[in-house]
């Protein structure tokens, strides 16, 4: 038995293995996408740090709108968004996403689903750092138990670097601070980030995006979407499960995205998990 008191010989956090809190066990605590294939790489859990990228135009956005649609429509969730790039048409977009009755909409788009303007007309000049973001994204956690949070894109925030602080160092403290915000609240945060203009033309990965190898280290799971111009196909690619298998599986799932609607309808057989 252990009769050592906590704090461990007066030694802030530091526990014998037993005396360790721990969270529930992901066995039992992870939630289905809404998709039975996609399921098979990505599965989403409290404290999840979920970073995709893409190439322009290929659905990225689109994609997690649709995500979030299942999460909160199957399991009860309530999102927050920062979506500037989106922010003006949003509730149209979401609304033909939504693909259910209209009363249904309008309460998914009253209680489940909110967002924060990056209007200036709101803050002055007020900077739009990752910490402003994250403290208005507590507030949400408080006032509105939101568990989802969606940062679309990072290429949007305003820096805020220290003197004679690297773009890389700065990335990686930024990132250090969402996957804290993550833990601390338990809400899955996702995060859109796209790649460098250098990657242009080609198939991109977690790597190409500014800051390269912070984005894969620090995000639990990594995915692409992978869209070819005139086709109705999308892929969307699971780079990184830092949980398997409990989280996901590297490896695809095919989408058909509905042009007028943007609705992902997933290809029966069309995933493959390695």
Excluded at 14 to 27: K, T, V
Excluded at 111 to 129: A, G, I, K, L, M
Excluded at 206 to 218: P, Q, R, T, V, Y
Aim: a negative charge; glycine letters at 8%.
């Amino acid at each position: 038995m252990n009769t050592v008191p906590f704090p461990r010989h007066g030694i802030p956090g530091y526990y014998a293995l037993a005396d360790l809190p721990q969270g529930s066990p992901l066995s039992e605590s992870t939630m289905s996408t809404g998709w039975e294939e996609l399921d098979k790489i990505l599965k989403i859990y409290p404290g999840q740090f979920i970073v995709t990228t893409g190439n322009a135009g290929s659905g990225k956005s689109t994609f997690l709108f649709n995500l979030i649609i299942n999460l909160c429509w199957l399991h009860g969730s309530r999102a927050w968004m920062y979506v500037p790039e989106n922010e003006l048409n949003l509730f149209q977009k979401v609304e033909r996403m939504f693909n259910r009755q209209e009363k249904q909409f309008k309460s998914f788009a009253s209680t489940r689903c909110f967002v924060q303007s990056s209007n200036y007309e709101h803050y002055n000049d007020e900077p739009r750092t990752i910490e402003w973001i994250l403290d208005n994204a507590f507030t949400a956690f408080q006032k509105d138990t939101v568990n989802l949070v969606l940062i679309d894109p990072w290429n949007e925030l305003e820096r805020a670097k220290a003197r004679d602080e690297n773009l890389t160092d700065y990335i990686g403290r930024c990132l250090m601070r969402v996957k804290m915000f993550a833990r601390d609240t338990g809400c899955t945060m996702m995060m859109v980030a796209h790649p460098t203009k250098a990657s242009v033309g080609r198939d991109v990965g977690l790597a190409d995006i500014e800051g390269s190898m912070h984005w894969f280290n620090k995000c639990d799971n990594g995915l692409i979407v992978k869209h070819e111009p005139g086709s109705k196909d999308t892929t969307v690619i699971s780079a990184k499960v830092r949980e398997q298998p409990y989280a996901g599986r590297i490896g695809h799932c095919i989408f058909l995205v509905d042009g007028e609607t943007g609705i992902f309808s997933e290809q029966q057989g069309g995933g493959q998990a390695l």
